[in-house]
């Protein structure tokens, strides 16, 4: 069956650290994957895209890369700040690269500790 | 900055009843979605639209559901005969022009329907 898995649920790091989070997908073979931001009650927020002809794609602090043969995507957050705190999703479109239907894993709720 | 609109907040409505949400999607976006979240769980896709016609559906998206985009500028999901099990939150997005390309989705701050 075809899945979206985000490693963890929630993943709790010290301020100033790098936080990871990782997504796997199984009998996919998406043309980029998305990563977004979401805080409690509001709508995801689009951070970053990567392509599967992209290993690494970086925002600032953020840093994504996509390994298609592992059907693995990393984020990254470096120098991690409490105001990161919030959950972090991973999407993808399994139909094909026209954006017709965007799919998303659980979500690994991030948590910084000052 | 041009935002995804979505009314009401807030609805609570008895089960067996008809609801609409509402969303304005940023105005030269071509694709429209929505999605629901139930309390703690991950976001789900239940429909796109594009040209005036359904894209893709999920298997959540049943004959209870239908969507419409009556004037050219709402997009609104209407649930026919609520369940209990429809109470979530219901995002509405777009995407379009060089968003279109990266299949970026623009989400608005959600509809919560609670079924009593």
């Known amino acids: 069956s075809q899945k979206i898995e985000q490693n963890s649920e929630a993943l709790n790091i010290q301020e100033g650290k790098t936080a990871t989070l990782t997504c796997n997908y199984t009998n996919y073979s998406p043309a980029y994957l998305q990563w977004y931001r979401q805080d409690p009650g509001r709508g995801p927020v689009f951070l970053l895209l990567?392509?599967?002809?992209?290993k690494e794609k970086r925002k600032e602090r953020l840093k994504v890369t996509f390994d298609t043969t592992l059907k693995q995507s990393l984020f990254h957050i470096t120098a991690s700040q409490p105001a990161d705190s919030a959950t972090y999703l991973c999407?993808?479109?399994?139909?094909?690269?026209?954006?017709?239907?965007?799919?998303f894993g659980s979500g690994t709720r991030l948590s910084i500790r000052p | 900055e041009p935002e995804v609109t979505q009314t009401p907040s807030h609805q609570v409505t008895q089960m067996g009843q008809e609801v609409i949400l509402r969303c304005v999607p940023i105005s030269n976006h071509l694709y429209f979605y929505w999605y629901r979240q139930i309390l703690g769980q991950k976001v789900e896709f239940l429909v796109s639209f594009y040209n005036n016609e359904i894209s893709e559906k999920s298997e959540i998206f049943d004959d209870q559901f239908s969507v419409e985009r009556p004037d050219g500028s709402n997009f609104t999901l209407k649930i026919r005969s609520t369940k209990l099990e429809d109470s979530a939150m219901y995002f509405c997005?777009?995407?379009?022009?060089?968003?279109?390309?990266?299949?970026?989705?623009?989400f608005g701050e959600g509809s919560r329907l609670t079924v009593l």
């Open positions: 999407a993808l479109d399994p139909v094909d690269s026209s954006a017709s239907k965007i799919i």
């Open positions: 990567i392509r599967e002809n992209e």
């Open positions: 997005a777009s995407s379009g022009g060089t968003a279109l390309v990266t299949g970026e989705l623009f």
